[in-house]
């Protein structure tokens, strides 16, 4: 696997993006179904049920970037 990665990185942004593309069509057109892990599935399950109690509870994609931006 490292080998494929050093190899991917000498790739240019526009071909690396096209490679990350590709590699994701490729995930969704698989016939093999994707399983979360258990610890995904508590986690999803956890942040559906806080949605529940408090769907205005959350923040705008613009407010998390903007907070991760300022650090």
């Known amino acids: 696997m490292s080998v494929l990665l050093e190899q991917a990185l000498r790739l240019s942004i526009a ?3 096209k490679l990350a593309d590709d ?3 490729s995930i969704e ?3 093999e179904p994707f399983r979360l892990t258990p610890e ?3 986690e999803l399950t956890r942040r559906i049920e806080d ?4 769907p205005g ?3 705008s994609w613009e407010e998390i970037r903007d ?3 300022a650090r």
């Open 67 to 69: 907070a991760a931006l």
């Open 29 to 31: 057109s698989s016939p």
């Open 57 to 59: 509870g959350g923040r």
């Open 51 to 54: 949605y529940k109690k408090n």
């Open 40 to 42: 995904q599935e508590a």
């Open 15 to 17: 071909e690396r993006q």
């Open 23 to 25: 590699l994701y069509e």
